[in-house]
């Protein structure tokens, strides 16, 4: 069974930072591109970066390119999100997610963890 679990959100003040954590286990994790994606309140989920399985290569919404930086560790089956100049819309339940590296579809996704920026 494939699960996927995101630590690291809170609480934090407009200007500053939050690493995020997100951890897969039931998966052979370096074959897997991993990307974060956020749901904020009352908007749809978005896309926010991703990095392929063993080229790490990474890709970036515009809204959070040069204040954000996705890595990877596949030797512990985790993949990081490091939020810097955090804004309120920045706020939002932030999500894991893993897709093949040939596939379109993002096949498992984790539970998501809350992200509060106060202004």
């Keep these: 069974q494939v699960q ?18 997100c951890t897969a286990s039931g ?24 990095i392929t399985s063993t080229t790490y290569t990474t890709s970036y919404a515009h809204s959070v390119k040069g204040r954000f930086t996705i890595s990877r560790d596949n030797a512990k089956n985790t993949v990081y999100l490091q939020m810097n100049s955090l804004t309120a819309e920045d706020t939002a339940v932030y999500y894991c997610a893993a897709r093949t590296e040939y596939g379109t579809i993002w096949n498992y996704w984790g539970k998501g963890t809350l992200v509060t920026v106060s202004s």
């Design 27 to 50: 998966l052979t994790f370096s074959n897997y591109r991993m990307g974060w994606f956020r749901q904020a309140p009352g908007k749809e989920r978005e896309f926010v970066a991703s």
């Design 4 to 21: 996927l679990v995101e630590s690291g959100g809170g609480l934090v003040q407009a200007g500053g930072s939050l690493r995020l954590s």
